[in-house]
């Protein structure tokens, strides 16, 4: 049975009491509810979440448009597909890798909206294409903000947040990386692939021009000595009717404590350590799931399986269907606790992997006129064959398995892990880690993204959906013995009880 998180006694739960003083917490949460400023500036931090999920799948449309293109410059074949489907998450794990740096250098805010410069100029070099290059350099460049936004948001989410609505807001980021993704399926329909990228340029400017009135975190204030905006920007976000000496006196005497820099024996103490080997973990299984192989291919897939309906819709409905999902994990996300939708997730994304290998393997086959090979493998390696039209109902499979598969990742293992990471890591390493677990994260993504089209190719497109299934059983193990219940406890809690080292926490 799950502890209570700080349900053990000892000097650092006494410092932070499991409940805080009944009548400024009730005043704090009336105050959130009253004013809503810190939904407005998560609202602003997150539309670089929407560009995020709206420039990794636009590969889906683009590139079955670039291998028909008429233009010699432009059409892609195979490789050089793979390539231009990959490479944001090489550009993803550099933007981790800046994050490192800049989270704690100009801050959380400031490095969000610095997103926005390779952002926008990507997108441009991606709308005036005339040749590979400048697609590539432009998929790399929104790749490098993607991965900057993806390890700079959560973070500046979790530390503006209170605790009470922490879960919910923690899904946001998620929850607009799914909407951008539906945005651009569904533009995918209506606009060429050159316009959809001169539509990606909006989402960028309003998030710099709303972020421009929005606080910085009060915790990044506080740990630059910056007591005074601190305390201003924790007043603006809670409200004038809140009494927020509680909230503050907390995040301070944890920013004072953690003042000095991190050292390298302090960084083998457990207390450190073990929050961040547990996000990295997270992250680094996220990406095994076959969460990006599957939405930068999601059409190709589809083209290259017996579908009923057209690829183009199934993406569609596909989008569609992550979207919902998301939103119920942040409606849920607070009162089921992390562990139950981690455990639902990586239950419901077995099943759909399974699926769809066996469907693969033992199913009907969506062959050319004058070939007797499945386009599993013509379809993605750029055929200009035409795949016949199926008619069978059985030909939905595809479509309600990969349906299954991003209901369960967008339910847990997507925002969930975004959340778990903002949560648990370390304050004096949070800047650090979280780009850290980024870099991970998207070099993963890049190792099955760029592999994903090879795999198909040698062994059947079988091949990385049963690998998939076998490493979403690997995630049920690790959230069973590894994962902590992180719901309805402050930030300065959770640190607190990774510091008493007790292993009733992994249990």
């Not at 449309?61 to 010699?72: F, K, R, T």
């Not at 100029?121 to 929104?142: E, F, K, Q, S, V």
Request: net charge neutral.
């Amino acid at each position: 049975m799950q502890e209570p998180l700080l349900g053990a006694e000892g000097r650092d739960y006494d410092t932070f009491p499991e409940k805080p003083p009944p009548s400024p917490g009730e005043r704090t949460r009336v105050g959130v509810l009253q004013n809503k400023r810190v939904f407005l500036a998560t609202f602003a931090a997150v539309l670089g979440n929407f560009s995020f999920g709206y420039a990794l799948v636009y590969t889906s449309p683009v590139i079955p448009a670039l291998e028909q293109s008429l233009d010699p410059n432009l059409n892609l074949t195979k490789t050089q597909a793979s390539w231009f489907g990959s490479v944001f998450t090489l550009g993803a794990a550099a933007g981790g890798l800046s994050a490192m740096v800049l989270n704690d250098l100009l801050g959380r805010k400031l490095s969000i909206m610095f997103s926005a410069v390779p952002s926008a100029a990507g997108y441009a070099l991606m709308a005036g294409a005339h040749g590979l290059w400048m697609l590539l350099l432009g998929r790399m460049l929104t790749g490098f903000a993607g991965g900057l936004t993806a390890a700079c948001i959560p973070v500046y989410v979790s530390e503006i947040a209170p605790p009470s609505v922490r879960g919910a807001l923690g899904a946001t980021p998620q929850l607009m990386a799914v909407f951008g993704s539906l945005s651009l399926y569904a533009l995918g329909l209506l606009l060429p692939w050159r316009w959809l990228a001169v539509a990606g340029e909006g989402p960028v400017l309003v998030m710099v021009l709303l972020l421009s009135c929005m606080p910085n975190s009060p915790r990044f204030l506080l740990s630059k000595g910056r007591d005074t905006e601190a305390l201003q920007a924790l007043a603006w976000l809670r409200g004038a009717d809140a009494d927020t000496h509680w909230e503050f006196e907390q995040i301070q005497d944890t920013v004072q404590r953690q003042s000095s820099p991190l050292s390298w024996a302090e960084a083998r103490d457990p207390h450190m350590y073990r929050p961040i080997v547990i996000a990295l973990l997270m992250r680094f299984l996220q990406q095994l799931t076959g969460i990006t192989p599957i939405l930068v291919y999601l059409q190709s897939i589809f083209d290259s399986t017996a579908v009923l309906l057209p690829p183009k819709d199934d993406a569609a409905i596909v989008g569609a269907v992550r979207l919902l999902s998301v939103l119920i994990a942040a409606l849920t996300m607070d009162l089921a606790g992390r562990k139950v939708l981690l455990f639902v997730s990586a239950a419901g994304m077995f099943a759909a992997n399974l699926t769809l290998g066996l469907y693969v393997h033992f199913g009907p086959k969506s062959l050319a006129p004058n070939s007797t090979v499945g386009l599993e493998r013509a379809a993605l390696a750029g055929t200009e064959q035409a795949l016949a039209t199926p008619t069978s109902y059985l030909t939905l499979v595809p479509l309600l398995a990969t349906m299954l598969f991003i209901m369960g990742y967008a339910m847990g293992w997507g925002p969930i892990t975004w959340l778990l990471m903002s949560e648990i890591l370390p304050l004096r390493a949070r800047g650090v880690a979280s780009g850290l677990c980024v870099l991970v994260s998207w070099l993963t993504a890049f190792a099955l993204t760029k592999s994903f089209l090879l795999v198909t190719n040698a062994f059947g497109l079988q091949a990385p959906f049963f690998f998939f299934a076998a490493v979403c059983l690997v995630n049920l193990a690790f959230t069973g013995c590894c994962v902590p219940e992180t719901k309805g406890r402050s930030l300065e809690q959770i640190e607190s009880f990774f510091r008493t080292g007790r292993r009733s926490f992994l249990r």
